[in-house]
């Protein structure tokens, strides 16, 4: 069975700082790799998905993510970080269920802290 | 935009109540799911509907039941609700081309307090 694993629980950076949150997965085939940001509140929201091509992928709100194969991770930066960026983030893998549709793993969530 | 609308934002309601989580889309998607989102185990699939009148249980299913007679409508019910079912509920739907690429959309979720 197909697992996402978030190191991280809780990160606090300061604004303008650069930011990396890790993501490791577990997957048998090719994985399809998400990431989505929930504001307090809110919904989750699609920051960036992976599922061939090039490995940097860029999303929306200035982030990118990295797939590395050899490490199974898909780890998402950004460069500078503003204080809207205080937010729960989720990283998700792909699965196909048995009725052949795809199903999403999350992993737990790292919530993210800015310091002004 | 697609939308993903969820009937109540707040819900409190006795234990041993049925409850009914109402979620409707409007962008003709074929696939509706229903998730649980608690403090440090993130969201974890509880059923999800690849077409009408079509369902499968996700992770954990117990104690809850879904209803999909139209397409747009996906509905979440608690038979007879507990306080351990006190938790965030989010909608979510998506399209299914069978890529695994399909995004899913969320509704800003209902806050389900079982007293």
């Known amino acids: 069975a197909q697992s996402v694993t978030q190191p991280d629980i809780h990160i606090t950076v300061s604004e303008g700082a650069s930011l990396e949150l890790r993501c490791n997965y577990s997957y048998g085939a090719t994985p399809y790799l998400f990431w989505y940001v929930q504001s307090p509140g809110q919904g989750l929201q699609l920051l960036l998905k992976?599922?061939?091509?090039?490995?940097l992928v860029q999303g929306i709100k200035g982030f990118e993510a990295e797939f590395k194969r050899s490490q199974s991770s898909f780890n998402l930066r950004k460069p500078s970080v503003h204080w809207s960026d205080a937010a729960e983030y989720f990283c998700a893998v792909g699965a196909i269920s048995g009725a052949g549709s795809y199903q999403l793993t999350f992993g737990k969530g790292t919530k993210l802290s800015v310091i002004p | 935009d697609v939308k993903v609308t969820q009937s109540s934002r707040y819900l409190v309601k006795r234990t041993g109540e049925k409850v009914f989580l109402e979620c409707v889309q409007d962008?003709?998607?074929?696939?509706m799911f229903w998730y649980r989102q608690d403090p440090g185990l993130g969201l974890r699939l509880i059923y999800f509907?690849?077409?009408?009148?079509?369902?499968e249980k996700g992770d954990i299913p117990e104690g809850y039941s879904v209803s999909r007679e139209k397409k747009e409508r996906f509905s979440l019910i608690l038979e007879s609700a507990s306080t351990n079912q006190t938790s965030m509920y989010l909608c979510?739907?998506?399209?299914?081309?069978?890529?695994?690429?399909?995004?899913?959309?969320f509704g800003p979720g209902t806050r389900l307090t079982v007293l």
């Open positions: 979510a739907s998506s399209s299914r081309t069978g890529m695994g690429t399909d995004t899913q959309y």
């Open positions: 992976y599922f061939s091509g090039d490995t």
């Open positions: 509907s690849y077409d009408v009148k079509m369902k």
């Open positions: 962008m003709d998607h074929e696939n």
